[in-house]
């Protein structure tokens, strides 16, 4: 009998295949007393398991590349964390075994975020994976993963870490359903990067039993179980109907009747450059530079090193435009050199601009580094703060740009509801805008990222975030500057148009989501996606938003 469940889409495209579920990750080892003479050994044990987990980590990211290869360097580091591995010594010291030790020292660690209030909890999947490689590698039993099969099938889990999500082969995993995470946790994020349709926060997906047929709709959220074969041949059509309109769309972003819209790639650094520029990107609107430093979480990149690595990404786009954001450390991206470690909201505290004015030795390092990097070559180069709360910051960022000497325009992120509502004060200070809805979304609703639990609130159609991103493009319309969106939801293609609608001036987003995109977009006039925005802000929920933006660019 075919059903239909729904989640969060998050990755374009159609999958139709058999279910096939994650492997349970190890759980609780036995706990037992261990003689006070073997406290050194089983402290070895650990050292050894954590350092050989870090490694794979480490190498997985290798081989992944791009914006994979940043998330795992962060998943290696938080292996190592001093602390933690401290804490498991001490535990060792007073009877436990290595492997329990391991377990009830991250146990602690997770109790300590949710007391916090989660604002870490979007890495709490990330940590328990790193906590059951531990284990595993203490106990002499396979890590459980991505199922082995000769034929492609389904994938089921309650969620992905990184790791797994990072080497997933599209040749045999058609898609994937996870019963938590979030549009923008980092299995999605990666997920889009892959190319791989995806569905996030589906609860009781992993009640479907092995073997059984589904079809996953990833634009959609939807799941058929068991689809008949009318559905099958009609979700086979659709997926080809859009393959075809893809192909078609070709050369820089616009509407039917000829508004330019510039689309820009989202990279993390050199290795995403060539997939962008085979998607046709017309530049870059989001350069995370967090790569660099998360190679050594105790000490700044050299000069040299930064102005190496940012011209190579300059030349990829001779007379493009490249948006580059300055380092945005703190809360789930902490630096050792940097930031504070006892916060008690790191989300909340000295993170983005606010670490970089506190280290101005940093920031003026980083600028230093672009403005050699971009002498002599055509680029259009912009550089941009992350976490602008007011005029103030703006106009402190603006300062230090022009004293490192740097030619460039000067930018400021909205990810604060505060700079969205004041957004004509800060553009007095820098030249363009250019909205982060993932967090804008996370400090617009209190909601965690990464939390599935939340994920309504982090809906990117939520109208409220909607009404802070045409007070943006409103504001810099009349200053006569540029707003872009390089936030997830500039991937969604009928959100784009509404974005378009709002006054948005470029969209940026992972490669993969450009032809979805530039397809989607070439459809419809700008009258069109002008009323799609207004029937959108009227509605009252994220779900109503869509539904009445589709109507309006539907005929309905």
């Avoid at 940043?70 to 964390?81: G, I, S």
């Avoid at 004509?424 to 200070?429: A, D, H, I, Y």
């Amino acid at each position: 009998m075919e059903t239909t469940l729904r989640g969060v889409g998050v990755s374009h495209g159609v999958a139709i295949g058999e279910v096939r579920h994650m492997g349970t990750a190890v759980l609780e080892p036995p706990a037992k007393q261990i003689p006070a003479e073997d406290a050194e050994r089983e402290q070895g044990r650990a050292r050894q398991a954590v350092e050989a987990v870090a490694a794979d980590l480490m190498a997985r990211g290798n081989l992944a590349g791009g914006e994979a290869q940043a998330v795992l360097e962060a998943q290696a580091m938080m292996a190592q964390d001093p602390e933690l591995m401290a804490d498991v010594e001490r535990r060792i010291t007073v009877g436990s075994t290595a492997e329990r030790a391991v377990y009830d020292a991250f146990a602690a660690y997770r109790a300590l975020l949710a007391g916090a209030g989660e604002y870490l909890a979007g890495r709490v999947a990330d940590l328990d994976d790193v906590r059951n490689r531990i284990v595993a590698r203490l106990l002499g039993v396979p890590m459980p993963g991505v199922p082995d099969s000769d034929e492609p099938y389904v994938l089921i889990a309650r969620d992905l870490a990184p790791a797994d999500t990072a080497l997933l082969d599209p040749r045999l995993v058609l898609g994937f359903v996870t019963e938590e995470g979030g549009p923008t946790s980092h299995s999605a994020i990666l997920a889009r990067a892959l190319g791989v349709p995806a569905v996030v926060a589906l609860p009781g997906a992993g009640e479907i039993p092995e073997g059984t047929v589904v079809a996953v709709d990833g634009s959609t959220g939807e799941i058929f179980v068991n689809p008949g074969e009318d559905k099958k041949a009609r979700l086979t059509a659709e997926a080809a109907e859009r393959k075809a309109a893809l192909a078609a769309a070709t050369g820089p972003g616009s509407t039917s009747d000829g508004h330019k819209v510039p689309l820009l790639a989202n990279i993390g650094g050199p290795a995403d450059v060539p997939a962008a520029v085979e998607a046709g990107a017309e530049g870059v609107g989001l350069f995370r530079t967090e790569f660099l430093f998360l190679d050594d979480s105790k000490n700044a990149p050299t000069e040299e090193k930064q102005a190496s690595a940012y011209r190579e990404v300059l030349e990829a786009f001779p007379e493009g435009r490249v948006v580059v954001r300055v380092l945005d450390a703190g809360a789930d991206k902490p630096l050792d050199f940097l930031t504070p470690g006892d916060e008690p909201n790191p989300a909340l505290g000295v993170r983005g601009l606010r670490t970089l004015l506190d280290h101005p030795d940093v920031l003026r390092t980083q600028l230093t580094a672009l403005a050699k990097a971009a002498e002599g070559l055509p680029v259009y180069l912009e550089v941009m703060a992350p976490m602008v709360a007011d005029r103030a910051d703006a106009k402190a960022f603006a300062d230090a740009c022009r004293e490192a000497g740097l030619r460039a325009k000067f930018g400021a992120m909205v990810e604060i509801p505060s700079a969205a509502l004041r957004a004509r004060s800060v553009l007095q200070e820098v030249e363009f805008l250019s909205l982060g809805t993932n967090d804008l979304a996370q400090y617009t609703f209190a909601a965690d990222r990464q939390v599935g639990a939340v994920s309504r609130l982090q809906d990117p159609w939520q109208p409220a975030l909607l009404d802070l991103v045409a007070l943006s493009a409103e504001a810099a319309k009349a200053e006569g500057k540029s707003c872009g969106v390089c936030g997830e939801a500039a991937s969604d293609p009928l959100l784009a148009c509404v974005l378009t609608g709002l006054g948005v001036t470029s969209l940026s987003m992972g490669a993969a989501s450009l032809p979805y995109v530039r397809a989607t977009l070439a459809k419809f006039t700008l009258a069109q996606c002008e009323r799609a925005a207004a029937a959108a802000r009227a509605a009252e929920s994220a779900e109503e938003a869509r539904d009445a933006a589709q109507a309006v660019l539907s005929g309905e």
